[in-house]
């Protein structure tokens, strides 16, 4: 079993910075897509970032030059650094990832438990 377990949010000014983190954590193991998702109140859970095994980022329009995603493959960790932040992006940001255990055929989708990001005007 592979849990994924978040940290660094928090309460911020806009402006302000904050860089998440996102680790697996189990045996056996690999992962294929990273991402970071965001659920503010009221609103439907949306992709923020995402990036593969190679390396390859996606992002959504809202967040492009402002945040940016990386992974270290050694530790199966992911983290997303978060710059210019605005009111806007205050939610409880999730952790996924497609992870593929030595004795499956495909990968599964994963997801942490998510970690509040709140941005003061």
């Known amino acids: 079993q592979v849990q994924l377990v978040e940290s660094g949010g928090g309460l911020v000014q806009a402006g302000g910075s904050l860089r998440l983190s996102c680790a697996a954590s189990g045996s056996d193991f690999s992962i294929n897509f990273m991402g970071w998702y965001r659920q503010a109140p009221g609103k439907q859970r949306e992709l923020v970032a995402a990036i593969t095994s190679g390396g390859s980022t996606n992002y959504a329009d809202s967040v492009k030059g402002r945040f940016t995603i990386s992974r270290d493959n050694a530790k199966n960790t992911v983290y997303l650094q978060m710059s210019s932040l605005k009111p806007d992006d205050t939610a409880v940001y999730y952790c996924?990832?497609?992870?593929?255990?030595?004795?499956?055929?495909?990968?599964?989708?994963?997801w942490g438990q998510g970690t509040q990001v709140t941005v003061s005007s």
């Open positions: 996924n990832a497609w992870v593929r255990s030595a004795t499956a055929e495909h990968h599964s989708e994963y």
